[in-house]
Every structure is written in structure tokens, then in C-alpha cells.
Antibody, heavy 120, light 109 residues
Framework: QVRLEQSGAELRRSGASVKLSCKTS????????MHWVRQVPGQGLEWMGF????????FYAEKFQGRVTMTRDTSTSTLYMELASLTSEDTAVYYC?????????????WGQGTLVTVSS | QTVVAQEPSLTVSPGGTVTLTCASS?????????PSWFQQKPGQAPRALIY???NRHSWTPARFSGSLVGDNAALTLSGVLADDEAEYFC?????????FGTGTAVTVL
């Protein structure tokens, strides 16, 4: 079955960057576009962008363009999301999600989430 | 920035039926927006329930159904169980960009 295993919690200072990982298994890694979504504690879900693992192409939400970088390592079936110039407003749980070959790309499976805390 | 609005909270009795709606500031929601629905319980990641308006995932109980009602997307929970108490989010696509709804907290009481 599809599994998305995310890296552990991170603590950063304002102005720093963070790089999160999402190790996938249970399907052909290059088959599905994969999203990153974040959730500020107690608030709603916010889409950040997605990556096509086969070609490495990305599509970012306008809000995060210039600050987010999504990459992948096909040899380890792992996705990465790096967010730069962190502020306290970036304190959130970050999820990887995806696992469908539909168009538009779906959010069928979710990782367990990674809490990123940014201190000033 | 398109806003996708949901009822902040709804209460339903066990065994009852409740309908959640998903409205778009950009106008009428249609199948082109490919509405999806997700359930999230406290401390857990969201779980996908419905995709492409009215399609259940293999793990989605039959008591969850999606539809278009009037200008909105809708999620109907029938024969509600205590286990259905959760936050529910819709998602709409706009020219390839997904936007999540504001979420509805469903209380089973």
C-alpha cells in the first residue's frame, strides 16, 4: 500500500531555511504528482505546490514562489521541500500528499506531517 | 485570491444526516473544479474521502456522498456515527491551482 513517511520535527530561527523529506513506498515513485500542504496549528490547510517526480517539474503556489523549492531523489523514492527566509508565520505542520494519476492531481494519500517551529 | 467557504460548524445527532457545503467566491462550483473532500481528526493528517465531485475512495464508507447542490459542492453524511466527529475540508481546483476550503467542524451530539 502507499506509504508516505515524513521526517521529524524541526526548530529554526527566523531567517533560516528548513528542508523536509517525504519517503514514499508502495507504488512506482515516478507515477504520481505529489503535493506539499501546510497547516498552521488550529487553522486550515494551505496548498504550497506540487512536483512531478518523473521529470522534476514543479508548480508552486504564488504565495511561496521564490521561497520554496521542491525536489526529489528517484534513487530513494524521496521527496524534499525546502522553505527559505522563515518567519514565525511559517510555524506549521507540513504534509506531503498525493498518489493519484488523475487530472488534476489528487491528494489520495498523506504523510503524517512534520511540525516546523520558527522562533524569532 | 479565490476563497472557498464552508460552514464553520455543524451539529448532528447520531444516526442523523448532515450536509456540508463548499462555496466559491469565483462563482458557481462545477465538475470542472473537481471537488474533493477530506476528513481530519485532532492530531491526525487529513484523510481523503471523495474526489471528482462524487467518487468515493476504496476506503470511504458508503454513508459519505458527494454532490453538486445549487451553486456549491456538498458532502452528505448519512447514518452519522460518533466516529464521524471531525473537521471536514473541501478542495476546489481553479485552472490547475488547488484551493482548500475553510473547513467545517462536525459535532455528533
Amino acid at each position: 500500500q502507499v506509504r508516505l513517511e515524513q521526517s521529524g520535527a524541526e526548530l529554526r530561527r527566523s531567517g533560516a531555511s528548513v528542508k523536509l523529506s517525504c519517503k514514499t513506498s508502495g507504488y512506482t515513485f515516478t507515477s504520481y504528482n505529489m503535493h506539499w500542504v501546510r497547516q498552521v496549528p488550529g487553522q486550515g490547510l494551505e496548498w504550497m505546490g506540487f512536483i512531478n517526480p518523473r521529470f522534476g517539474g514543479t508548480f508552486y503556489a504564488e504565495k511561496f514562489q521564490g521561497r520554496v523549492t521542491m525536489t526529489r531523489d528517484t534513487s530513494t523514492s524521496t521527496l524534499y521541500m525546502e522553505l527559505a527566509s522563515l518567519t514565525s508565520e511559517d510555524t506549521a505542520v507540513y504534509y506531503c500528499a498525493g498518489g493519484s494519476d488523475r487530472h488534476p492531481p489528487g491528494f489520495d494519500y498523506w504523510g503524517q506531517g512534520t511540525l516546523v517551529t520558527v522562533s524569532s | 485570491q479565490t476563497v472557498v467557504a464552508q460552514e464553520p460548524s455543524l451539529t448532528v445527532s447520531p444516526g442523523g444526516t448532515v450536509t456540508l457545503t463548499c462555496a466559491s467566491s469565483a462563482g458557481r462550483v462545477t465538475s470542472v473544479n473537481s471537488p474533493s473532500w477530506f476528513q481530519q481528526k485532532p492530531g491526525q493528517a487529513p484523510r481523503a474521502l471523495i474526489y471528482s465531485t462524487n467518487n468515493r475512495h476504496s476506503w470511504t464508507p458508503a454513508r459519505f456522498s458527494g454532490s453538486l447542490v445549487g451553486d456549491n459542492a456538498a458532502l452528505t453524511l448519512s447514518g452519522v456515527l460518533a466516529d464521524d466527529e471531525a473537521e471536514y475540508f473541501c478542495l476546489l481546483y481553479y485552472s490547475g491551482t488547488p484551493v482548500f476550503g475553510t473547513g467545517t467542524a462536525v459535532t455528533v451530539l
